[in-house]
């Protein structure tokens, strides 16, 4: 992997497995310490047993395999690139998974806009270029697209501040140097 972490499934059911990560270089999987940090907030929080999780910019796919790991019933994995959708489809493949998971090739912003589901765990992780990363939230409940008790959780630059208006839905955030990952919950 060229000098880089390898990308692994922390525990449950697939616990220590290795996942394949887009080839170029392309995507910024979580780290293991954040990814960790992550599901041990959600522990006492949401239990992922039987939830369907939304992945997007779902890259390799590890924070969605993760919660398939742990429980979850269904993830449905969404990136506009070819090489991460290729990625996701053989780390799926590999855990023997494929059947509780759906692979789109859509952009994320145009995805939430156009879905009817609704999801107990959404997870983002753009880009830190992506200039749009603010509005997430918005949509998310402008498009109905949590369960209530639901949680979104966004993983971008520390720097980055969202509106007033979802600020009073953030019920926790966690600092990695220059990362920030911000727990957004649903009211009931």
Not at 10 to 31: E, N, W
Not at 106 to 124: I, P, Q, S, T, W
Not at 137 to 157: M, S
């Amino acid at each position: 992997m060229s000098g880089e972490e390898a990308v692994r499934i922390i525990t449950g059911k697939f616990k220590g497995r290795q996942l394949v990560t887009v080839p170029d270089g392309s995507v910024r999987p979580a780290t293991d310490r954040v990814k960790s940090t992550i599901f041990n907030v959600l522990q006492t929080r949401l239990d992922l047993r039987g939830i369907a999780v939304l992945d997007l910019f779902a890259g390799s796919g590890s924070l969605g395999f993760e919660a398939l790991s742990r429980g979850a019933r269904l993830v449905t994995f969404v990136d506009d690139q070819p090489t991460a959708l290729a990625s996701i489809q053989q780390n799926a493949e590999k855990l023997g998974c494929f059947e509780q998971c759906s692979l789109i090739r859509y952009e994320a912003m145009g995805f939430m806009k156009n879905n009817g589901n609704r999801f107990g765990l959404v997870f983002a992780d753009p880009p830190y270029a992506f200039t749009e990363t603010a509005a997430i939230p918005r949509l998310i409940r402008e498009y109905k697209l949590l369960d209530n008790g639901g949680f979104l959780i966004i993983e971008h630059p520390k720097r980055l501040q969202f509106p007033g208006e979802d600020s009073s839905f953030i019920r926790l955030q966690k600092d990695f140097g220059h990362t920030r990952v911000t727990f957004f919950q649903q009211p009931e």
